[in-house]
């Protein structure tokens, strides 16, 4: 498995603090690069509200780092891509651990 980690990936950490009109604000607080194994990416058209975009669903697995734990509430950025981590789930290979991120995005260039 650890061969086919060949993808650059990068893990985005936000942290939410209150505007001046009260109102929320995301801010990215640390950001991380990190070799992957991106796979399985699906797509199909939606159309919510009357406009028509593409949905994408990508399996990414990354060597898991303790210090490091990657969450729900953090982000991915491949290929120019902003992805929302879906779930995390763990895999064993042997002595090694690897954390599968089901991630998705939405693409409004059609």
Request: charged letters at 30%.
């Amino acid at each position: 498995m650890t061969g086919e980690l060949n993808r650059r990936v990068t893990i985005k950490t936000w942290t939410t603090t209150q505007d001046a009109g009260g109102g929320s604000t995301a801010t990215e607080s640390a950001s991380y690069s990190l070799w992957a194994k991106v796979e399985n990416r699906t797509g199909r058209a939606v159309n919510p509200n009357g406009q028509l975009t593409w949905d994408y669903d990508y399996k990414i697995t990354v060597r898991y780092e303790a210090s490091r734990e990657i969450k729900s509430n953090m982000t991915v950025l491949y290929d120019s891509k902003k992805l929302k981590i879906e779930s995390v789930s763990f895999d064993e290979e042997g002595r090694t651990k690897f954390q599968v991120l089901r991630c998705s995005a939405v693409d409004n260039d059609v």
